[in-house]
């Protein structure tokens, strides 16, 4: 599941350039698979420039005592033509510093839709991938959406954007595919804002087991 | 650890209950449910903290006392959106 969040990162392609992005400002969301498991899922703003964006992902999943709780945050490049993944970082609650995900992690590729799948340098990109418009309800509230499909190598990710969503944009996603972790749904739960980094890439260390092991791909 | 989680996890349900906020919308415009972190991280407690560290009386205290001070911030704005009603 991990590696799906992965490619959560998406939101951002939406208006890159366009839409102003507020430190600490973010979204919360609960994500369900198939098998009825459930996390809860936050991404937030961590860094703004002209140059770069900075975003973070919290996730927590697991009963009440076993509960699993996982940052990973990403520096985009926004200088070129088109969106750049610069660099990765992930903390667990059983890890004492931030460890540094190496290229062998950033670049990595899922059997379905990737990260690059969802890079747009113009709004025309994604307009292709257009369903319609309609208004949805989500645990956040119920309002007029955009609708959009995009696919890869079987698996379907139907995705429901607003400009009233925030930074993120995502009110609603479900994938579905041919493996298990290619089957889930996400919806918005809340808006953030004010939050703060959990991870401080400068107290970063080198990638140890135990950051591999979040990292790792799961049994599909 | 054990204790330490337990509290970890009702900070986080009170703050998630204290920051969620439901603003009905009374027309075409939308309104989500927002949260204002306040500058905390999203988890709610483990900033800075050592995971690997038992929490201390000391520090079961302060939690308990910050606790206090939400339901205060709670029922404080509770008591503005009365109002704001009202008028």
Known sequence: MNRNLFFLIFFFFKNAFAVDYVIGSGSEFKMTTNKGESADLSIYITDSSFTKLGVEYFFSAGGSFLKTEVWQQFHLGLGGSRLTLDDGYILSDDMKRPEIMNKEFIASKSDGVNVEDFFYSKSSDIEKFKIGEEKIEVPAGTLLTTHYKKANNGQIVDFWVSDKAGAIGLVKLISSGRTANQNYRIELMSLLKNVKAKINPTEAVPLTEKGKFFLRPRSK | ?87
Not at chain 2, 18 to 44: C, H, P
Not at chain 2, 66 to 87: I, N, P, R, S, Y
């Open chain 2, 1 to 87: 650890m054990f204790f330490r989680k337990i509290l970890i996890i009702c900070l986080f349900f009170l703050l998630s209950t204290i920051f969620s906020i439901t603003l009905a919308s009374d027309n075409d415009e939308t309104i989500l449910k927002s949260k204002d972190m306040q500058n905390q991280n999203v988890s709610g407690l483990t900033s800075g903290s050592n995971n690997n560290e038992s929490i201390s009386p000391e520090q079961a205290l302060e939690i308990q006392k910050q606790m206090a001070t939400f339901k205060e911030k709670q029922l404080e704005a509770l008591k503005e959106l009365e109002d704001l009603d009202k008028e």
